[in-house]
């Protein structure tokens, strides 16, 4: 067999990313978009020993579980993976998928798997669309999506994942920039203006939210583009996010509101949500409740509870679990994210939830070392993960087996990283209980997964000592108590922890310049922004009283 031959062979099954996997000739071939049950021939594209890939040439007979998928685009574009398998197939291959993950990376041999939960109507779910602008070959502007691997755009403004006014969106902004001759962004040359158009619509409310990425600082004709957009019934927020970076990465970090309010509001079950369009939501809202019931009955709150919500974005699981426990901490890297999640906080009337910004992998280890240092066990009643496709850092997972929670909800949308991450766990104080997939990205081949981890047993210290039986002289818990010696803070007291201290406590930030006087005044050694806007005025009696504060509460003074 050579490269550029042509094979026929049956499809028997599907690899993680969809694709069709087949044999002949003693090999095995990966052939995307070969169907499981479909007999193909294929074009050997790439050879290697014992396998190979193939591309799909012609279906010979198909399969049982095809059908006719509702976007004609769907094998070139890179969104849909499986459009033309039966839903039911799907839920199959999802189901399958994170079961061998569990098995063969995990090392579970017959993990507690409850069955997957399908979408009633697995079309028109996204709430949230990233198009990319171009043009065509003639020089005319095009949208739609990228081809699977590459940033050829598949001119499409109609996806069958979407909801409908992606479409209106589309027409209104590539007829304003045709009209008055806005440019389309070239990735090659770097040239031209505008990048891509972020849509988020908010399923409960019916908000709109449109976000022009431009290669540039504004917006030429921003007024018109206004004017034509608002006619659209429901739009709430438009705005341009400035990205002058020649990178893959869609947003910049700067967003300039030209009209209406910088956020759109949703609802996921009672609970409202401000979404600004750097924060990560969840992009199919009604699996999403479904997602989250599943985490709150996992989490199995009793109403005494302190829960850590790690990865929590705009703070949604934090303050879906919020009512039934008694404080939720959640940490997250995006600053707007938590800037979301307090004001989610506020607007749902949730008191017991707070929120720092940084690395999961950070926070958490300086929070169990602070509390070390003051001779106390960093608590915990139920942790939950919620990590991106990485899954979670090492650091974190190793203090979370310090701070021995009795329950872990994980919550993933990686099983090959979740099974990995569950292993680290279940090998030392950890029992997986429940494994449930949710379907949030239909017609794709991702599949999200919650997982329900429980404590072997209440005491940790005959536990590990069980468990770990390397003999004697090797008293378990030395080890853990040196892993505990090998955590050095990371950081010192910051200023933005000293911030974020004196907003959660009372109700407003200070400026760097009043912390570094309040601590030059104190005589405490200055490493930065000491010089840091002289000309300020001095801080009020409050605002130094809640900066000592802060400062008693780390420990500095
Ligand atoms: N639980 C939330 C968000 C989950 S997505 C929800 O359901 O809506 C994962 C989130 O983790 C994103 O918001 C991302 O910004 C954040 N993130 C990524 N790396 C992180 C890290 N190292 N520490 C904390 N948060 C991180």
Redo the contacts with the bound molecule.
């Keep these: 067999m050579q490269k550029n031959d042509e094979v026929e062979l049956v499809i028997e099954d599907m690899g993680t990313a969809g694709e069709g996997i087949g044999k002949t000739g003693g090999m095995t071939l990966f052939v995307k978009d070969a169907l499981i049950g479909d007999r193909i021939r294929a074009k050997i594209v790439k050879l290697k020993k014992s396998y190979g890939y193939g591309r799909l040439m012609e279906i010979l007979e198909p399969s049982p579980w095809r059908t006719e998928a509702k976007c004609s685009f769907h094998r070139q574009c890179g969104g849909c993976q499986i459009q033309a398998l039966d839903y039911e197939k799907q839920l199959e291959f999802k189901q399958k998928k994170v079961l061998s993950n569990l098995q063969h990376i995990g090392g579970f041999l017959n993990p507690p798997m409850e069955s997957v939960v399908g979408m009633e109507v697995p079309y028109y779910y996204r709430n949230k669309a990233q198009f990319p602008i171009g043009t065509d070959k003639n020089g005319r502007i095009i949208t739609g999506f990228y081809a699977g691997r590459t940033h050829q755009i598949i001119a499409n403004r109609e996806c069958a994942l979407g909801v409908w006014v992606n479409r209106k969106i589309l027409d209104i902004v590539i007829g304003v920039m045709e009209k008055y001759n806005v440019t389309a962004y070239d990735e090659k040359s770097g040239k031209g203006l505008m990048r891509h158009v972020l849509i988020r619509y908010g399923f409960a409310t019916k908000e709109i939210m449109v976000c022009l990425i431009i290669n540039g600082k504004t917006l030429p004709y921003a007024d018109v583009f206004v004017s034509e957009l608002c006619k659209l019934e429901g739009m709430t927020s438009i705005s341009i996010n400035m990205n002058q970076k020649n990178t893959n990465v869609i947003l910049g970090s700067h967003i300039e509101v030209l009209w209406g309010l910088p956020y759109i509001t949703d609802y996921i079950g009672d609970i409202k949500y401000q979404i600004s369009p750097l924060s990560?939501?969840?992009v199919n809202p009604v699996q999403t409740e479904k997602l989250y019931g599943l985490a709150l009955e996992y989490a199995d709150l009793k109403g005494h509870e302190t829960v850590w919500?790690?990865?929590?974005?705009?703070g949604?699981?934090s303050l879906f679990l919020a009512g039934k426990a008694k404080r939720v901490f959640g940490?997250?890297?995006?600053p707007q994210?938590i800037e979301d999640a307090r004001r989610n906080a506020e607007i749902n009337h949730i008191q017991n939830a707070e929120f720092f910004t940084?690395?999961?992998?950070e926070i958490l280890p300086e929070f169990y070392e602070k509390e070390r240092r003051r001779g106390r066990q960093a608590y915990a009643d139920v942790i939950v993960v919620?990590?991106?496709r990485k899954g979670c850092?090492k650091a974190l997972l190793d203090t979370i087996l310090l701070m021995k929670p009795e329950r872990i909800v994980y919550?993933s949308c990686d099983s090959a990283t979740l099974a990995r991450d569950l292993k680290i766990l279940c090998n030392r104080d950890y029992e997986l209980r429940r494994v449930r997939p949710v379907d949030q990205f239909c017609h794709t081949s991702h599949v999200e997964t919650v997982v329900l981890l429980s404590h072997k047993k209440p005491d940790g210290h005959i536990n590990v000592k069980v468990e770990f039986g390397e003999g004697e002289g090797k008293v378990p818990l030395d080890n853990i108590a040196k892993r505990v010696e090998e955590y050095k803070p990371k950081e010192r007291v910051t200023y933005k922890m000293i911030k974020e201290y004196t907003e959660a406590k009372y109700g407003f930030k200070v400026h760097t310049a009043y912390i570094a006087e309040v601590k030059r005044d104190l005589g405490l050694p200055m490493y930065d922004a000491s010089n840091a806007a002289e000309e300020l005025k001095h801080p009020t009696a409050e605002k130094v009283e809640a900066i000592k504060d802060a400062l008693k509460h780390f420990e500095v003074i």
């Design positions: 990560f939501y969840q919500d790690l990865y929590c974005g705009i949604t699981i940490v997250e890297i995006v994210a940084g690395k999961a992998e919620d990590p991106p850092d919550v």
